[in-house]
């Protein structure tokens, strides 16, 4: 039985592997994601039924049809209580038994059709068509527009919260690869001992706690996108892995033995300044090369003002919750004169927040839920800040710190790009700030003394 319906399947084209028993075609699932598996209901040891259950705990996606020569509605129930996806009784006619595997692969097509679908609908709901009226928008659109069909890679830089992976999603489903997946994964969110695994994949066995085989990011992003987010964060082994596979455009899973091919886009993504980590040796400069092919720049919301209320207006919408709120003309002047440190992300937080505490549909300055955000607008201007300083008779060292501290909180904390600012070097800011935690902590010296 197993022979025929092995040769009937092959002269339909499908690609065939043969089982003797339940524990035979558990062995072979757990290394190999099959399509579609078609088993007897009586057999050797295990019964179907009892393998369905083991299958869809390995394979929850792939579809079992079940045989049995009884046909009783109790052999039915049965196979679809333990989540088969039909059965059919013996003796039987090869255009039934294909007919009932193709509408098995029609509902797993189907099935990862949904799925992208409803990554489509998150997309949306995350804000995933990007808002911007600033001349630097206007440039990173027509960028998206030339790039988005080809297979280049793609560096996107900015600080954090910028909305480099809205960018990233922008891209893939702007271009030829918009019906394929988008896969995303934050570099930083998982250990390096795992990261590995996570991207390339492992066979059963290669370490403790590897039951079954895994296909990595690369092989679930096939023929899509992989956003390597964070990708600064990467240590240099793994960076120096990343470059052969950028290179040879294969993979090779933990424990294998066998490359796989991929075809992938990768778009990178940090908030670090890869030439200084290239610079202190902790970022390859061959990857670097590799992945910067084309370099988009995100600037801060600080530098796009006219970008603000747009946003803000997307974000109200976002979580008005069916209801019709909406910023008055004094809180948009506020939300859009602060300088946003945590760019998009915190001002949609902040949305979010003055929506929730909101005692009408109408949004104030007063709902908006941060102190310095509703003082930030009446703060005098750096001529007035230099007057009064003057007044208070200051030192000039304390004017110093002042404006340090200003240009880092601009800057989100970025001592590198707030030394470039200030005309010093990193090393600079850096005493001065052990300077003045000196000051500000005697007794901690003392006692660390």
């Known amino acids: 039985m197993r022979q025929m319906l092995a040769s009937l399947f092959q002269k339909e084209g499908f690609s065939v592997e043969e089982a003797a028993s339940a524990d035979d075609a558990l062995e072979r699932v757990a290394d190999q994601d099959f399509d579609v598996v ?55 006619e090869p255009d039934a038994v294909l007919l009932t595997v193709d509408r098995a692969l029609e509902r797993r097509a189907l099935e990862e059709e949904n799925q992208r679908l409803r990554q489509a609908v998150d997309r949306t709901s995350a804000l995933g068509d990007l808002i911007g009226e600033s001349t630097a928008m206007r440039e990173i659109f027509a960028m998206i527009k030339k790039i988005a069909h080809n297979r280049s890679s793609v560096l996107l830089t900015g600080e954090s919260g910028t909305g480099k992976e809205v960018v990233a999603r922008t891209i893939h489903y702007h271009g030829a690869r918009a019906d394929r997946p988008f896969v995303p994964i934050n570099c930083t969110a998982i250990p390096e001992g795992l990261l590995e695994s996570e991207l390339f994949g492992h066979v059963r066995g290669a370490f403790t706690g590897a039951v079954t085989s895994k296909r990595g990011l690369f092989e679930k992003a096939a023929g899509g996108t992989l956003f390597l987010d964070e990708i600064g964060d990467m240590g240099l082994g793994l960076q120096s892995k990343l470059l052969r596979v950028l290179q040879d455009r294969e993979i090779r899973p933990v424990g294998g033995t066998q490359s796989v091919a991929v075809d ?12 200084q980590e290239m610079r202190e040796g902790r970022f390859r400069e061959d990857l670097f090369y590799r992945l910067n092919v084309i370099p988009i720049h995100i600037p801060p919301l600080r530098e796009r003002p006219e970008d603000i209320p747009a946003l803000a207006d997307a974000f109200v919408r976002k979580h008005s919750e069916g209801m019709r709120h909406w910023l008055n ?27 929730a505490l909101a005692d009408s549909e109408e949004i104030g300055p007063e709902d908006l839920p941060l102190g310095d955000l509703r003082d930030d607008a009446q703060a005098p201007g750096g001529d007035d800040l230099l007057r009064s300083a003057a007044r208070r008779r200051l030192p000039l060292r304390q004017v110093e710190d002042y404006y340090i501290d200003e240009i880092l909180r ?14 010093i070097d990193r090393k600079t800011l850096y005493r001065r700030a052990e300077r003045r935690a000196r000051q500000a902590h005697p007794e901690e010296e003392v006692a660390g003394a």
């Open 38 to 92: 078609l088993s007897d209901i009586k057999m050797p040891g295990r019964s179907g039924i009892e393998m369905v259950g083991e299958l869809r705990r390995l394979r929850p996606n792939t579809p079992v049809i079940l045989m049995t020569a009884f046909g009783s509605i109790d052999s039915a129930v049965s196979s679809m209580r333990a989540g088969a996806f039909d059965y059919i009784t013996k003796p039987f």
């Open 329 to 355: 003309p004094a809180a948009m002047k506020r939300v859009t004169a602060y300088p946003w440190k945590g760019n998009a992300r915190e001002l949609e937080n902040v949305i979010e927040r003055a929506l």
């Open 264 to 275: 992938v886009r990768i778009i990178a993504a940090t908030n670090r300044d890869l030439e």
């Open 410 to 423: 601009l800057t989100g904390g970025n001592k590198v790009h707030a030394a470039r600012i200030l005309g």
